[in-house]
Nanobody, 120 residues
């Protein structure tokens, strides 16, 4: 299983971005997918999670500006970020908890990260 994150870039404050994370390979079930981010000099922090059923949960500080969604048919999750702030600058990492085969265990997989820079 591989996760491919994309959609990052340089954005002005107040702008928006939509990050994508596509899972490929042997995927029997997706339990949940989500995003973390790591700003320069800081620890990686959890941003949001979406279950395979569609239920979502967000870090308290991200509620309102971040929207996570999941396209089950494409095994792809998205993170819409609005009203971007300079403090949103970070590498955004996607993850997924996936069962590759019917009788396999759930495994955690990570994408390579996509850089989001918010600056004027």
């Amino acid at each position: 299983v591989q996760l491919q994150a994309s959609g990052g870039g340089l954005v002005q404050p107040g702008g928006s971005l939509r990050l994508s994370c596509a899972a490929s390979g042997s995927i029997f079930n997706i339990n949940d997918m989500g995003w973390y981010r790591q700003a320069p000099g800081k620890q990686r922090e959890w941003v949001a999670t979406i279950a395979g059923t569609g239920s979502t949960i967000y870090a308290e500080s991200e509620k309102g500006r971040f929207t996570i969604s999941l396209d089950n048919a494409k095994n792809t999750e998205y993170l819409q970020i609005n009203s971007l702030k300079p403090e949103d600058t970070a590498v955004y990492y996607c993850y997924a908890r996936i069962r590759p085969y019917l009788y396999s265990n759930w495994n955690d997989y990570w994408g390579q990260g996509t850089q989001v820079t918010v600056s004027s």
